[in-house]
């Protein structure tokens, strides 16, 4: 079974940056699709980047396209996002999810099987 646990959120101010990390046990980052959403209070949770492990690609929407990265480390079997030119309304709750990858990846809440719980990201001054 796998697991997903969160580390790295906190306060940073305006465009300023913060890594956060996802580190995945009971399986091996292989034919995996990985995402990071975020949900803020009153909002819809959204997903913000991600990567297949089958062979690397990622995808980032508009909102955080330039500014954002997701990377894997498989030796570490962990998952990152780098979020840098942070705004106020990056605040949120980032989730990492993990689902096991068919022909493609899908960038919706849905399809997605297997969440950590969730790391606190304010952006303020």
């Known amino acids: 079974q796998v697991q997903l646990v969160e580390s790295g959120g906190g306060l940073v101010q305006p465009g300023g940056s913060l890594r956060l990390s996802c580190g995945v046990s009971?399986?091996?980052?292989?034919?995996?699709?990985l995402g990071w959403f975020r949900q803020a209070p009153g909002k819809e949770r959204e997903g913000v980047s991600f990567?297949?492990?089958?062979?690397?690609?990622?995808y980032y929407p508009d909102s955080v396209k330039g500014r954002f990265t997701i990377s894997r480390d498989s030796a570490k079997n962990t998952v990152y996002l780098q979020m840098n030119s942070l705004k106020p309304e990056d605040t949120a709750v980032y989730y990492c999810?993990?689902?096991?990858?068919?022909?493609?990846?899908?960038?919706?809440?849905?399809?997605?099987?297997?969440w950590g719980q969730g790391t606190q990201v304010t952006v303020s001054s």
């Open positions: 009971g399986s091996t980052l292989v034919n995996y699709c």
């Open positions: 999810a993990a689902q096991m990858l068919g022909t493609r990846c899908f960038h919706v809440s849905t399809w997605y099987s297997t």
């Open positions: 990567i297949s492990s089958r062979d690397g690609s990622t």
